[in-house]
């Protein structure tokens, strides 16, 4: 070794006698450039599916005329008990029912009969409770339409 200069103890000597070559340091990374926020669309609001307008021909009936229409398909003469008899809507269901009432006395006096009763008991009774579906139904969806095939007779009756 050189006497001249004397080997600094800090730093640290190769095999070779030379000094080592400095480390590089590590670099540090860069910092990633700030990216701009997404800006976010504006989110439509969604609306509630629209409710079908009530159509101009048929207003919306009041609950208690809807009710005793429906309980005119039932017992037909409770609604003509109460001041719902005036109500034209009320009125029509009350003459329906009473027409079914009426197909229904007539099948009962039909079933009993031997062979054709027995024969007719099923179809006449399943087409009674189909018809008494579709009065009571078209009371509760508000429409005055006569029962199918044996509607048209409750216009005959005047009260």
């Not at 409710?51 to 609950?63: G, I, L, R």
């Not at 008494?132 to 429409?143: D, E, F, R």
């Amino acid at each position: 070794m050189d006497e001249q200069n004397p080997p600094n103890p800090a730093t640290p000597i190769n095999p070779e006698g030379t000094p080592p070559e400095p480390t590089p340091q590590p670099t540090p990374a860069p910092t990633p450039t700030p990216q701009p926020e997404p800006v976010q669309q504006p989110q439509q609001e969604q609306k509630p599916p629209e409710q079908p307008a009530v159509s101009q021909s048929q207003p919306a009936k009041p609950k208690h005329s809807t009710l005793m229409a429906v309980l005119a398909y039932v017992l037909f003469f409770i609604p003509l008990l109460t001041d719902a008899k005036n109500d034209p809507f009320v009125k029509f269901h009350v003459k329906q029912g009473l027409v079914l009432f009426i197909a229904c006395l007539a099948t009962g006096i039909i079933v009993r009969m031997p062979v054709i009763g027995w024969i007719l008991i099923a179809p006449l009774n399943i087409f009674l409770l189909i018809l008494w579906i579709i009065g009571v139904l078209n009371a509760l969806g508000g429409k005055q339409k006569p029962l199918p095939v044996i509607g048209q007779y409750g216009e005959k009756f005047d009260f």
